[in-house]
């Protein structure tokens, strides 16, 4: 019985890790651009004229707002932008909203934490437990750059001996750069 157990574990590890590793590294619609096969995109649509401006919109200014509030000192501001470049995100309002997310998120944090403290019968584990979400939600921004920076340079890595076998092409067929 034991053994079965083990041996259907096993199984079951191996076909996540093998669908997981086909999804992320093979990149069928890739393999299928290189054969020529068409692939369908969907048909452009007509853009409807909007009254007012989008609720993500929205959103995303009373973001910028909070963060152009936030003191933030021309170091943090350094750093802050060369990651945000590295994540493809080279607005000059990314900075400023990018820290208004970072509070926001640490607000949120502190109040699901206030909501859960008096569930927790230990007085220090609801401390803990305030000061983990509200730290939690003040970093996680950071570790969703640093998800999207190492995405970037991925597609990069993989576009890149695309990129020089065309300029090989277009230089052997004496165009210039």
Not at 90 to 95: F, T
């Amino acid at each position: 019985m034991d053994i079965a157990l083990a041996i259907g574990f096993f199984v079951l590890l191996a076909g996540l890790i093998a669908i997981w590793g086909y999804l992320s590294y093979v990149k069928p619609a890739r393999i299928r651009q290189r054969l020529g096969e068409t692939i369908t995109e969907p048909a452009a649509v007509a853009p409807v004229a909007a009254p007012h401006a989008s609720p993500g919109k929205m959103v995303v200014k009373i973001v910028h707002r909070i963060g152009e509030k936030v003191p933030i000192s021309p170091q943090d501001t350094r750093l802050a932008r060369r990651y945000l470049i590295a994540a493809g995100y080279r607005s000059d309002r990314a900075i400023t909203t990018y820290y208004g997310f970072k509070i926001i998120l640490a607000i949120v944090g502190f109040g699901v934490g206030l909501l859960i403290r008096p569930y927790i019968a230990n007085p220090v584990g609801g401390i803990a437990i305030l000061v983990g979400l509200t730290a939690g939600g003040f970093f996680l921004p950071n570790f969703i750059v640093e998800r999207l920076i190492s995405r970037r340079q991925e597609a990069l890595r993989l576009s890149l001996p695309d990129a020089l076998d065309l300029l090989v092409v277009c230089m052997e067929a004496g165009l210039g750069l």
